[in-house]
T-cell receptor
């Protein structure tokens, strides 16, 4: 059983650029959530995808967008990067459907992508 | 609004000593509660979770947590800390079926030899 894989592990971008982060969910999981973790803070929920549809969104602007593919892998896209977007971006997968929130199984987190915006 | 407070930002304990990390939550109904651990440069590893039933929950690595509804708390404990337990610990709550975890700010655990 493979875990959650995120790529790349580290990334440096310039303010105003666009970035795409990728996540391969754990085998058999159909729900993917994305979190932003600023230095010294707890993770903040960005959004969740279930069967290729957005299933909840946190307090993030529209320039944060996502996709989920038929194999349940996912992408996080951020446009018009700002310095405050520098953070560790975590992907979490779970074996849950819409409305159940992963409660019976918990979430499996990847190691994250460290994004630095300069 | 749902929230999680971890009052202790940093805790230092001696190896072999007992440990208790505090977590208080704010949620109207019975919450789903989690403790995660994060080593430097790593993702989050689930230590234990509480959904319902027995309020004392056993987790991995010898950790346990007790849900106390009257105090809105879910404190993490370990009888004897090992040097490898040094890490960042996060308490989280999931409200209902939102699919959204709300995390506390985290507690950094340092273990003295």
């Amino acid at each position: 059983e493979t875990g959650v894989t995120q790529s790349p592990t580290h990334l440096i971008k310039t303010r105003g650029q666009q970035v795409t982060l990728r996540c391969s969910s754990q085998s058999g999981h159909n729900t993917v959530s994305w979190y932003q973790q600023a230095l010294g803070q707890g993770p903040q929920f960005i959004f969740q995808y279930y069967r290729e549809e957005e299933n909840g969104r946190g307090n993030f602007p529209p320039r944060f967008s996502g996709l989920q593919f038929p194999n349940y892998s996912s992408e996080l896209n951020v446009n018009a990067l700002e310095l405050d977007d520098s953070a560790l971006y975590l992907c979490a997968s779970s074996l849950e459907g819409r409305g159940t929130g992963g409660t019976n199984y918990g979430y499996t987190f990847g190691s994250g992508t460290r994004l630095t915006v300069v | 609004a749902q929230s999680v407070t971890q009052p202790d930002i940093h805790i230092t304990v001696s190896e072999g000593a007992s440990l208790e990390l505090r977590c208080n939550y704010s949620y109207g109904a019975t919450p789903y509660l989690f403790w995660y651990v994060q080593s430097p440069g790593q993702g989050l590893q689930l230590l234990l979770k509480y959904f319902s039933g027995d309020t004392l929950v056993q987790g991995i690595k010898g950790f346990e947590a007790e849900f106390k509804r009257s105090q809105s708390s879910f404190n993490l404990r370990k009888p004897s800390v090992h040097w490898s337990d040094a890490a960042e610990y996060f308490c989280a709550v999931e409200g209902g079926n939102t699919g959204k975890l709300i995390f506390g700010q985290g507690t950094t655990l340092q273990v003295k030899p």
